[in-house]
């Protein structure tokens, strides 16, 4: 059973920085994308970081390119969100998400895929940026 475990979460000042964590069990094959969402009440899940993992490409929302990284280096069972210069506007929770399928829908391997491209979720982490 694939499993996903956030961490690293926590309350950090504007401009400050958080390195997100994401460990992931279970898997007997490869997952074609991992990717970190964030939610926050009332709204919808709302997808912020991709990598494909045959392409190593990775794709961001528009509200935190320049700022949110996904290091490149990473192990494949662990996936990370680099997160810098945070504005209180980054507060939600984050959670890791892999798909359920063996590839990306259609072929289509590129920008941000919706929440329902993904069937394995974690529990997801809070971060809470203060002004």
């Known amino acids: 059973q694939v499993q996903l475990v956030e961490s690293g979460g926590g309350s950090v000042r504007a401009g400050g920085s958080l390195r997100l964590s994401c460990s992931v069990s279970g898997v007997t094959r490869s997952m074609y994308a991992m990717a970190w969402f964030r939610q926050v009440p009332g709204k919808e899940r709302m997808g912020v970081a991709v990598i494909y993992r045959e392409s190593s490409s990775t794709y961001y929302h528009d509200s935190v390119k320049g700022r949110f990284t996904i290091p490149q280096d990473n192990a494949k069972s662990t996936l990370y969100l680099q997160m810098d210069n945070l504005m209180p506007r980054d507060t939600a929770t984050y959670y890791c998400?892999?798909?359920?399928?063996?590839?990306?829908?259609?072929?289509?391997?590129?920008?941000?895929?919706?929440?329902?491209?993904?069937?394995?979720w974690g529990h997801g982490t809070q971060v809470t940026v203060s002004s």
């Open positions: 998400a892999a798909p359920q399928g063996p590839d990306c829908p259609g072929g289509y391997c590129m920008g941000l895929p919706p929440a329902s491209d993904f069937g394995y």
